[in-house]
């Protein structure tokens, strides 16, 4: 569950430090602490984490340079960044390099939960939905590689169950080829990329769709990508 995730908060203020791992700790997440640049820079180095809190005016080694270096060294766990900035272009400089998402001081509690929330299934569907889960009128089994519906059973690929997963944490949201490539793939788009995950999503069609030809749970958003509606 999205609950039980280990998240890292990275902020030099002790109070809102306090404060924002007693709610989170409250709402079932693991929390750890850091309360600069450098203490956060060791504690990623001995942990993996499922999302890191991180305020970008830090002492000893900005938050800035901590989000850069992170990427550039192939760290994947999403970032929510904090910050008193409020200025667009610092949002999309902090995006820029590499952020999940971007908070500005003041914010409620609620707003940055949901958030994390969102960020967590957005990045781990596996954590958002499950090993098995619903999805339409089908039960799906992604341990087992397996779909069921009707008590009628078929197999899908270790490839098609990430498809599902990724569509079955983000329902009613258009999901562009782009995003679903990067997510499925772990790759960046290509030609080649669109051809290869057209192909897989008309191999998944076939098995989840009543009539392939008109698909009724993975749609086509014309010139946006594809969509799961519940």
Request: proline share 3%; charged share 30%.
């Amino acid at each position: 569950m999205v609950e039980d995730a280990h998240i890292l908060i990275v902020e030099d203020e002790q109070k809102i430090r306090t404060a924002l791992r007693d709610f989170l700790e409250f709402h079932g997440f693991k929390v750890s602490e850091a309360m600069d640049g450098l203490e956060a820079e060791r504690t990623v180095a001995g942990k993996q984490f499922d999302l890191i809190l991180l305020d970008l005016m830090l002492p000893k080694i900005s938050g800035e340079q901590l989000c850069t270096k992170w990427r550039q060294e192939g760290l994947q766990s999403p970032i929510i960044m904090l910050t008193a900035k409020g200025q667009q272009k610092e949002k999309v400089a902090g995006l820029n390099l590499g952020a999940d998402d971007y908070i500005t001081k003041p914010f409620s509690l609620e707003e940055l939960l949901a958030r994390i929330k969102a960020v967590l299934r957005r990045t781990d569907p596996a954590r958002a939905v499950g090993k098995n889960f619903k999805f339409a009128d089908l039960d799906v089994d992604v341990a087992a590689l397996k779909i069921k519906r009707n008590n009628e059973e078929t197999k899908i690929t270790k490839r098609e169950a990430k498809i599902i997963q990724h569509f079955a944490a983000n329902p009613n949201r258009v999901i562009g080829r782009e995003e679903l490539y990067k997510e499925v793939w772990n790759e960046t788009m290509t030609e080649l990329g669109t051809r290869t995950m057209d192909m897989h999503i008309a191999k998944l069609r076939s098995k989840i769709e009543q009539d392939s030809a008109e698909p009724q749970i993975i749609k086509t958003v014309r010139g946006a990508g594809y969509k799961y509606e519940t």
